[in-house]
């Protein structure tokens, strides 16, 4: 052997001991972090052919299963469907927990996969969630958090733990309290703050999940705290590093709309007005929906109630989102707008709608208070 070659052996060996996680020494890494890119920038077919790549040259790389499952949920659901892509996960993440059970029985001593394989089960739990079908949601969190937990008992510097932890902790302190005590069973935190501090962690020190954790940060800051001063921190990394994802521009129109920062959210207009032209319909009208609240906030702000009241019209007519936050919102938007300009009546049947939202949305409590003060006038 050569001195170069010896050199290079010795390199290569203490590199693969001292290589603790994935992304340090897998070769496949550039294509799965190419890949994560082109998920986060919604380009799911180009994700979905670069990590069956990456798979190809790394078939136990931690992280390709779960990716792939959500990169296949995303393309499925903006050209098919929400019940499709349900459906989607479903027989996906039915493959991807055998491989990570078997991962685990070839590599024991690598939190990783723990930490994915809980992930899996997190994801279904998602799907439970969405369909209201609350024992799937304990069970599938339950089971999801049984594995996180473990990968951050082995390793407690895998910072990537801490975002479906925060989610976890965060969702239960929101959720009603039969939730709460199930959680207590299994020792499972219902402190929002806690949650906050888990989420916050993950997008200051994870290596993959500081995107996801961003986001969920987003919609707690924006949209439950009104903690507008956070919500910028975390939304504009995600939208300046992700141009191409649609609802990463949205939310900080929403917010820039909120802060009544006009001359820059003239700037990102045109924008979203390109993304809410383009894309599969289910994209598009989700798009169309956010632009037209944005709209009906900025013409509220600007005391042009009669359009305020037009865009949340055309809001209720086309909503085909899968949650119904955005309609909450869109109720109580048109109530504000009809009881500045005295229509009292159809004030109160639109604060009515709002109380059907959770109840932790801050716009529940002020519709009660709006109609109080109307009924107390009249």
Request: aromatic fraction near 14%; charged fraction near 20%; charge should be negative.
């Amino acid at each position: 052997m050569t001195f170069r070659a010896l050199v290079l052996f010795i390199f290569g060996l203490s590199c693969s001991l001292t290589a603790d996680y994935s992304w340090q020494r897998s070769p496949a890494e550039p294509i799965v972090e190419k890949g994560v890119n082109a998920l986060y920038n919604y380009q799911f077919s180009k994700a979905i052919t670069l990590l069956d790549s990456a798979r190809i040259i790394d078939p136990h790389h931690p992280l390709v299963p779960f990716v792939r499952i959500a990169a296949k949920w995303l393309h499925t659901q903006v050209n098919s469907g929400y019940a499709a892509s349900y459906e989607m996960i479903l027989e996906e993440a039915k493959v991807a927990l055998p491989v990570y059970e078997n991962l685990i029985t070839q590599f024991p001593q690598d939190p990783e996969y723990h930490l994915y394989l809980g992930s899996t089960y997190g994801i279904r739990a998602r799907i439970a969630l969405a369909n209201k079908d609350w024992l799937d949601v304990l069970y599938n969190g339950y089971q999801g958090l049984k594995h996180i937990r473990k990968a951050k008992e082995m390793d407690d510097m895998l910072m990537d733990v801490y975002m479906p932890m925060g989610i976890m902790s965060y969702f239960t302190c929101m959720s009603p309290a039969p939730i709460q005590w199930a959680a207590a069973i299994v020792d499972l935190s219902s402190d929002c703050e806690v949650g906050l501090a888990q989420l916050n962690i993950a997008v200051e020190k994870s290596h993959y999940s500081w995107m996801e954790a961003s986001n969920v940060l987003s919609y707690i800051y924006l949209h439950i705290q009104r903690d507008y001063s956070n919500a910028e921190k975390v939304i504009t990394p995600l939208v300046d590093e992700f141009p191409g994802h649609p609802y990463f521009a949205f939310l900080k129109g929403e917010l820039l709309a909120k802060t009544q920062k006009w001359d820059e959210l003239d700037e990102l207009m045109p924008a979203l007005i390109e993304f809410a032209s383009e894309g599969p319909f289910l994209q598009k009208n989700e798009c169309q929906l956010k632009l037209a609240y944005i709209e009906g906030l900025t013409a509220f702000y600007h005391q042009d109630f009669i359009t305020a009241i037009n865009k949340c019209n055309w809001m209720l007519i086309n909503y085909q989102m899968e949650f119904d936050w955005l309609k909450g919102f869109t109720h109580f938007l048109r109530g504000q707008s009809h009881e500045k300009i005295g229509e009292f009546g159809l004030a109160i049947l639109d604060f009515e709608e709002v109380l059907k939202m959770d109840s932790y949305y801050p716009e529940v409590a002020e519709a009660r208070e709006r109609m109080q003060e109307i009924g107390d006038r009249r």
